[in-house]
């Protein structure tokens, strides 16, 4: 049983489109982060939300944290063909625990 | 970017094999990681090191040892590989628990 799930596993998309994706938990997280992992290479960090209800953007891309501290969400405005990867929540319990990776969304953005 | 280096890249074995992994960091930072990456299932830690000679177990540690006797190396052992630790293994290294990971390049092992 994944401690994180996200949602959608596989996202196919049109260039120009809008998207979220989910990561769920029914644990409580004292942060969340967020990875995007391109095609034979590592996953790179994106952002940290610590605060529940946070808002943060990173040009196209915004990530939310649930008020709960149980899940957060990344919408990306007007998807391009860069945006395409996996992308893997990831959450620590504690400051001073490992951290939990979730399953990964799979996003293609076709031109 | 943090400077970590994984070695080899690709690497085709037998089953019953040994098989040792290397993770080579610039970076001084203190912990370390071994993960492996299997679709649906997403990172899953393997070992991690919080120091020279100190190391500890993660979720799916059965079948692997580590060893780190270098602050800036880090190996992953398969004792006698078997068809299902074929993977995507992935190095990472943090200041501490709890602080963002850095990444390797990933090392992609088949088991035959």
């Known amino acids: 049983t994944q401690l994180l799930e996200q949602s959608p596993q596989f996202l196919s998309i049109q260039e120009g489109e809008n998207l979220t994706v989910y990561c769920n938990s029914s644990s409580v997280f004292s942060s969340l982060q967020w990875y995007r992992q391109e095609p034979g290479e590592g996953p790179v960090l994106l952002v940290t939300?610590?605060?529940?209800?946070e808002v943060k953007k990173l040009k196209r891309l915004t990530f939310q944290f649930g008020d709960a501290r149980k899940d957060s969400s990344l919408h990306i405005t007007a998807a391009q063909p860069g945006d395409t990867g996996l992308y893997l929540c990831a959450g620590f319990k504690t400051s001073y625990d490992k951290v939990i990776f979730g399953p990964g969304t799979s996003l293609s953005v076709i031109p | 970017d943090a400077g970590i280096t994984q070695s080899p890249r690709h690497k085709v074995t037998e089953t019953g094999t040994p098989v040792t992994l290397r993770c080579h960091q610039t970076e001084n930072h203190r912990y370390m990681y071994w993960y492996r990456q299997d679709p649906g299932h997403g990172l899953r830690l393997i070992h991690y090191s919080y120091g020279v000679k100190d190391t500890d177990k993660g979720e799916v540690s059965d079948g692997y040892s580590v060893s780190r006797s270098k602050t800036e190396d880090f190996l992953l052992t398969l004792e006698s590989a078997t068809s299902s630790q074929t993977s995507v293994y992935f190095c990472?290294?943090?200041?501490?628990?709890?602080?963002?990971?850095?990444f390797g390049p990933g090392t992609r092992l088949l088991v035959l």
């Open positions: 990472a290294i943090s200041w501490a628990l709890g602080e963002t990971q850095y």
């Open positions: 939300v610590v605060t529940g209800g």
